[in-house]
């Protein structure tokens, strides 16, 4: 395991790395609002090329511009309304200029981003693992909660995500590249294989590319041997929250509801990234 000591001392390095987390979930929010728009501004205007129609003028956006501002009023946030957390609460959760309310979504994302990586760094310690573990657990976050408010998995998040998987296991940093490469080929396949399967036998889509890509990402991490637990740990959380949604409208099941996999995968491989390791033997000494 490579030594990343030289950054700070392993008791203080978690706290640094909360603050910065909690910058990066700050981020992460325009990430989760932004690129599903960005996405379907490029669509009108391919289809608009194809069509053979001008395309219509826009204006810019992108993950930096323009500056975030309220979406009811347009107030621009100024820098004392975006810390992380204690801007939210400061303001009670409402814009300061027109009252409207502000999704707790926001400082959930921000702390999500921040303990996720104070955990990393606590839990690998002062490792190239922990930066990894970091930046895996940003990504699930924007990919969950993308995922979760649209149905879409952005290839711009998922191939990174994988191609990073493999650059940090040159080094070995959680699995050697052998397996990283095989997990990466399995998590896209295993997926791969039951929406053919599933289309065959009823002739629905019973999920999108994404998932295969999102699921590949993870393999590419924490390599081919994790990839049953994930799986299973999905489908169980998935089965969960299904329950708690039909207990939630009093046993009867929305036939419009849209299952979206992307944040039940997101939670199985954060499980299986700190505790997957403990989990298979556990299970292997209890056959």
Known sequence: ???????????VLPWLALVFGLCVGSFL???????PRMMEREWRAQCAELAGQPVAAEPPLDLVAPRSRCPKCAHPIGALENIPVVSWLALRGKCSSCKTPISARYPLVELLGGLGAAFSFWHFGPTLAALGASVFVWFTIALAFIDQETGLLPDDLTLPLAWLGLLINLRGAFVPLPDAVIGALAGYLSLWLVYWGYKLATGKEGMGYGDFKMNAAVGAFLGWKMLPLVILLSSLVGLAFGAAQMFAARGRWDAGFRFHFGPYIAIAALIALFWGEPLVRWYVNRL
């Open 29 to 35: 929010n325009v990430v989760i609002h932004r690129l």
């Open 1 to 11: 395991m490579v030594t990343l000591g030289w950054l700070a001392q392993p008791a």
